[in-house]
């Protein structure tokens, strides 16, 4: 077994490698050569015995060897090709002219237009057009009045000139669409690999904002009421309630997370047909109640049209979630960032535009930025997110010694209009 590796190694070792393009030119130039001897074999290889010179037949074989050697190079280096096989043409038409060099001339013609580069194109324009000039002018001037003997050499020159070139010509602009073809081929994959990276990444984003809003707000409503049964605890009725109020919110935490996932495993939206059954205005005392029960004084100023069961349905549903989802981001903080500080609720609402306002008061002991400073949350950026997905605009900032969210959206909905960037709290 170790032998015959072996052995085949060796034979690797002298094996030369060849490119199927070379491979092919020493075909072809094997091809032309043995077509020249054949035909001078037959004698029909020479081209008019008067305008040969003073030479033995035989030199046209020669510059037909000449031109082989040059042929060799047709695709690996053309214009090398184009100038030894143009000069062997100019040395057999001088001596013993063939029909074999212009065989092989009219090969590197072609040769020139596939694999050449643009100037070496337009050269070839020139040594083509001259060659046929030449020609042309050679057998007028020994033809005289003989009309015959010129149109045969018009449709030699068509035919060993004219046709490769033309030929050559719809090659490379066929090549030439090609490579352009498989360039706008990778371009498309390209954008379409970053447009689904992109996608990914946005529904990346899409599934972290609904996770923060079911599930960062139901545990700032929890954290809230349970510091408030822990801070009384001789007061059982408030105890009660604070945990009566800790299991809604449990209860509805679960729900919206069982609605979420089920939407996620199989795509299927199991609420209602407009998607409010766990989140919009009508269900915002679920929001309040807690909060209030908690000890926190809140004031809210909300139309009874939006709150009642049948109000919302001039909303457009998403605009009705994403108010919500406004304000329960915004009472969170409110909570989360400034425990125990009075918080005011504003709603107004038109046949065009709805307006959501959330403001509370500053905690004296996190400065008047309310925030902590070595923490960036997501919930303004999901706020603002929110907004701008229904073509609203909201603004976030602290302002004096209370920190404010307002937002306007569009009652019906709408497309983007811009937000501004989010200030972290």
Known sequence: MTGAVRACDDGDMWRVPVSRARLNDYALTLLF???????????????G??????????????????????????SSHPGVALAGVTLALIVDAATVPSIAVWLVFSDIVYA????????????????????????FLLVTTF????????????????????????????????????VLERAHSRTLADLAEREQIEAVADERRRLARELHDVIAGRLSAITVQSAAALQYPEDTALAGKALQSV????????????????????????????????AGLRRIDRLIEPIAESGTDIDVDVPDSLTAAAGTDELAPVVDIAAYRIVAEALSNAVTH????????????DTEKLRLCVRNRLSPHR?????????????LGNMHTRAHTVGGILHAEPDGDEFVV???????????????TPKEV
């Open 406 to 420: 307002e937002a306007t959206l569009p009652a019906t909905g709408g497309t983007s209009v811009g937000t501004t």
């Open 49 to 74: 015995q008067d305008l040969a010179a003073d030479l033995p037949a035989w030199t046209c074989l020669i510059t037909l060897a000449v031109a082989a050697c040059f042929q060799l190079f047709r």
């Open 338 to 349: 400034a425990p125990g500080q009075p918080i005011w609720v504003a709603i107004t609402y």
């Open 247 to 278: 299991r809604s919110s449990s209860v509805e935490a679960l729900s919206e997370m069982r609605g979420l996932i089920d939407l996620l495993s199989d795509g299927t939206d199991h609420s209602a047909p407009d998607g409010r059954v766990t």
């Open 112 to 135: 020139t237009c596939v694999y050449g580069g643009p100037r070496l194109v337009r050269g070839l324009y020139a040594v083509a057009g001259i060659v046929s000039v030449a020609t």
């Open 367 to 379: 400065g008047r930025t309310g925030g902590d400073t070595g923490h960036t949350g997501r919930g």
């Open 143 to 178: 033809a005289g009045s003989d009309w015959r003997l010129i149109f045969i050499c018009l449709l030699w020159l068509m035919a060993l000139v004219g046709s490769p070139l033309a030929y050559g010509l719809a090659v490379r602009e066929h090549r030439n669409a090609l």
């Open 33 to 47: 050569f043995a077509l020249g001897l054949a035909l001078y074999a037959t004698g029909l290889g020479l081209i």
